[in-house]
């Protein structure tokens, strides 16, 4: 087999180095953050790129236990008693578009959207019209935008203000701001969510649109842990019953799945 | 890297060859069944032993949406739409000990019971009798018995009267229906489920313990993916909602989770 | 919580209906390919179709060791000798629509070059010959051609004539024929792969495009239980080793992973 | 559906809290370490104890891509090109006994040491010793010790000396020590491994066992999110080709997978 190639680790016989840098000296001068920035960036972060990194990471750990993340990680350790890692890896699997992975197509859309704003000469305003625009035209719903529980999504406007107070605000913020007052316009009142303002810090941090997705994850995973923890700890095994109603041929009657 | 050894496939430009049976073979002169039977059996099944697995694959197979198997696989792909991939194997993430997984310790139990009954002289009878009083006794559930929905599992006199009439069983069962009647005088009347009917069935067949889970997710995994389907057919994204209460620091309420 | 509908299952106290079939039926009656079909059509197969899916399960049920799904389900039970769902799950993980899942993507362009062929007046060849062009303009792939091991897939033809034999040849196996000449003719010469030739059947036999990446699902996982009882039985825990090159900062070395 | 319990998280509209603290003061005042340690303790830590938690997240971040857990997420997006939570979860299901999740086992043997030390009197190295004792009597590898690339694993003393320096080494890194001592003179000289003196430590700091694989977990998936990042930045789609020799009926021959 030809050997893989690699530029992340490298490791032999007691040494460990990530990206160039010893993990012993990781492990006694650095955060934990710090090596999430170093394994993704090749290069260890200013302070102030950690603190917004520290925020993210705390923003999307958890966001209670009936989350479709975190509700799959309880069913599985409910069942399947032994393996823990089984139950995070199946509260992973529900990340996607529609939980926890909006980030990445809102940074795509970002920066799409101020690559536009360049080339076509347009205000931020005129260009964020536009956009929604287009999406209303095609019935899609604006990645970014909108939030099952919160009005007003709380961890928006800390992690805009904390850009602001690090210096890393810029024109993804920017666009962001201008479509939230385009869809607030042009569809109705609408949070910037959680998905939507990490997107545009990390787009102004310089990050690929991949990685809010791999942010996301990186952050619940600590409270997927959590509710397995609570789960083995607080609940007996197969305690969790959805209510199902049949509704196939032979008529609609509660049924009682095993 | 040395190659790795195998035993199963041998393919190449032009060839697949399963257990040393041409796959085109296989496609046209065999069910699915025996393919399964074949690759875990190193030989192809008589027919007899074909309707047993049949059988056990049909029974397993699903058992309504609320399943914690079933319930994962909706919530993955109710909150990650794009993977099928990933919504089935949320499904059988939630497979152990407590959930459809229960066969393989009963063929454990199944298979030292018999073993001991010859070992120690002891009818069936005595030993089933032995082997309760030593769960009772530790305080261990006796795998195989009891259901959450079912007082009386109606897939297990099936398989049994099946495994009769195929000529396949033995000690397996003889010693599982000992067991019931222990199981009624010195707990309580519980019915021989599913995992238990099908771990004597399947050891007097000649099967690993091992087996029984892995046939078991090989049933299911028909239901999962009927399950998916059906989710993303009549189903909106991220329309699951699970009820929380709050019960930790700072008082008892309902909760909202995203 | 709102009770979940579904039109699978309906199961009671001592009953299982599966779409409307007492699975008591289903066990003694029918063969698991049966309850394959009529979990995700909601009617039992005719003979015919009940023979197409068959072929197509035993077809991709393994394709060698070293498949990605192969491969990857054997990695986690050599790290996680406890968890065999688990493994099965990691298995399951890699198929996507670069690895087993290209059969529901050559559907969606099936059942829209029938369309078009139609809308359009065109023969299925001019058709076929404008999809392929298209592809090749933007670059694209044509799902459901070449492969990396066969340069004539030995499974196309069994499908083909099996579905002749069974009546059950379409529009669908017309049209991949006449791209199958397209693409020769604007590419180069390249089977149709097993994932084009199931395409094509199962559009045929009135399958939803999902249905083609479930299916292969279903007959992978047996492949998939049997790569993981071989590493179980053969092999010690933590033997693979895979080789890897360091090519980051400070230069390029071998080096060793845990 | 009874509403599900949980002390972890309250959310509602425009509030989140977890373990009773506004996630907005965790973002803007605390690192993302701490509310790994809240969420999993219920209390912020204390300087010393995060300063542990970082030590012991970057430490096993990432060991090279040829670990089962990099390797099998690198397979999965190799073939699943569109699922990075697929591909996540895949190499977190590797994670068992075998890989990385030592640590667990660890913690339980360590506690009942240090029970049994007290309970019979017995000094550390009495008690070690006879431990290593009955381990090697029943054939049974004593879990920490020993490494696949390092003759002495270079974070063991680093955790050791933080431990030391915040004041938080106790009867755990005693009792490992001694065993460490045992170990050498009864089996042969063999290295504490990461898992042992983060089992030693986890164990002085007052966790639980199971935390030990899921604090495993939380710092792999940032290794594994850039093993994902960097496949998918490098690589072409299905560039893994496992070398694979087939020693079954019929001969021994090199294969090809697919």
Chains 1, 2, 3, 4 share one sequence.
Not at 65 to 87: F, K, T
Not at 174 to 180: E, T, V, Y
Request: net charge negative; hydrophobic share 45%; charged share 25%.
């Amino acid at each position: 087999m030809e050997a893989w190639r690699t530029a992340i680790v490298d490791a032999r016989d007691g040494e460990i180095r990530i990206r160039g840098n010893d993990v012993t000296s990781l492990m006694t001068e650095r955060t934990f953050t710090d090596t999430v920035f170093l394994l993704h960036r090749a290069r260890l972060p200013a302070d102030q790129e950690r603190a917004m990194l520290d925020a993210i990471l705390s923003a999307v750990a958890d966001h209670g236990s009936g989350a479709p993340s975190c509700a799959a990680a309880r069913l599985a350790i409910s069942g399947n008693r032994a393996s823990v890692s089984a139950a995070v890896a199946a509260g992973i699997l529900t990340i996607g578009d529609e939980h926890g992975g909006a980030g990445s197509g809102c940074m795509e859309m970002i920066a799409a959207g101020v690559e536009r704003a360049r080339r076509e000469s347009l205000t931020f305003e005129e260009c964020a019209s536009r956009i929604v625009g287009e999406h209303r035209a095609i019935g899609k719903r604006v990645a970014g935008f909108g939030h099952r529980v919160h009005t007003d999504d709380p961890r928006t406007p800390v992690l805009f203000d904390l850009a602001a107070r690090n210096g890393l605000a810029g024109d993804g913020i920017r666009l962001i701001k201008a479509m939230h007052a385009a869809v607030s316009a042009q569809v109705k009142p609408m949070t910037i969510n959680v998905d939507g303002s990490m997107a545009a810090v990390l787009y102004d941090m310089g990050f690929q649109p991949v990685f809010a997705r791999l942010l996301f994850i990186i952050g619940r995973v600590a409270g997927l842990t959590a509710e397995v923890m609570e789960e083995l700890d607080r609940e007996r095994p197969m305690r969790i019953r959805v209510p199902v109603v049949y509704d196939g041929e032979g008529g609609s009657t509660p049924s009682e799945s095993e």
